[in-house]
T-cell receptor, first 114, second 118 residues
Framework: AQKITQTQPGMFVQEKEAVTLDCTYD???????LFWYKQPSSGEMIFLIY??????QNATEGRYSLNFQKARKSANLVISASQLGDSAMYFC???????????FGTGTSLTVIP | DAGVIQSPRHEVTEMGQEVTLRCKPI?????LFWYRQTMMRGLELLIY??????IDDSGMPEDRFSAKMPNASFSTLKIQPSEPRDSAVYFC????WGSGGLLGNEQFFGPGTRLTVL
């Protein structure tokens, strides 16, 4: 089974609107961490936000927030007030407490429309 | 602070040639990861090291690929002989790993090496 599933290959959002990028995960560990990365067309991988499995509050970093629903095993990324510069690939990743490997999803390509 | 450093940034070679990609992780990080990214296969983990020791190399495509980490500040990924299907962007990433409260330490990626095998 896939550890990380991103079901949206591509998404479009109007500038200044909010958008949610979906991510579900699969693990039997009680302790794990969830990460989101952004990859613009220039190619670099940029860390955006982290959520720990024991964190009770949803993580937020500026315009990024993580909608963490533990029972559903989902960790969706919410981008508020989208900007043209948000157009990029977005990857969800997980690190299990039992190991050090990061498991990445297949990514979602986000296009912000002016 | 310097991030993860990879060299070369671009490599164009002919089929059959040996290719060596280099990576310098962030100072103090004890885990290093090599990834390959293509349009068809996405981001694939090739191998990772903890404290310079290879932990999981199950992602290495075949015997033509080898990776070493002789010390905490240097790693190489070698392809010999190279083939056109090896064309991809190869990323090196590092992180701080350990028990306890280090679960949230993210991976820091290098800029990648774009490899083209003709």
């Amino acid at each position: 089974a896939q550890k990380i599933t991103q079901t949206q290959p591509g998404m479009f959002v109007q500038e200044k609107e909010a958008v949610t990028l979906d991510c579900t995960y699969d693990t039997s560990d009680q302790s794990y961490g969830l990460f989101w990365y952004k990859q613009p067309s220039s190619g670099e991988m940029i860390f955006l936000i982290y959520q720990g499995s024991y964190d009770e509050q949803n993580a937020t970093e500026g315009r990024y927030s993580l909608n963490f629903q533990k029972a559903r095993k989902s960790a969706n990324l919410v981008i508020s007030a989208s900007q043209l510069g948000d157009s990029a690939m977005y990857f969800c990743a997980m690190r299990e407490g039992s190991g050090n490997q990061f498991y990445f999803g297949t990514g979602t390509s986000l296009t912000v429309i002016p | 602070d310097a991030g993860v450093i990879q060299s070369p940034r671009h490599e164009v070679t002919e089929m059959g040639q040996e290719v060596t990609l280099r990576c310098k992780p962030i100072s103090g990080h004890n885990s290093l990861f090599w990834y390959r990214q293509t349009m068809m296969r996405g981001l694939e983990l090739l191998i990772y090291f903890n404290n310079n020791v290879p932990i999981d190399d199950s992602g290495m495509p075949e015997d033509r690929f080898s990776a070493k980490m002789p010390n905490a500040s240097f790693s190489t990924l070698k392809i010999q002989p190279s083939e056109p299907r090896d064309s991809a962007v190869y990323f090196c990433a590092s992180s701080l790993w350990g028990s306890g409260g280090l679960l949230g330490n993210e991976q820091f990626f290098g800029p990648g090496t774009r490899l083209t095998v003709l």
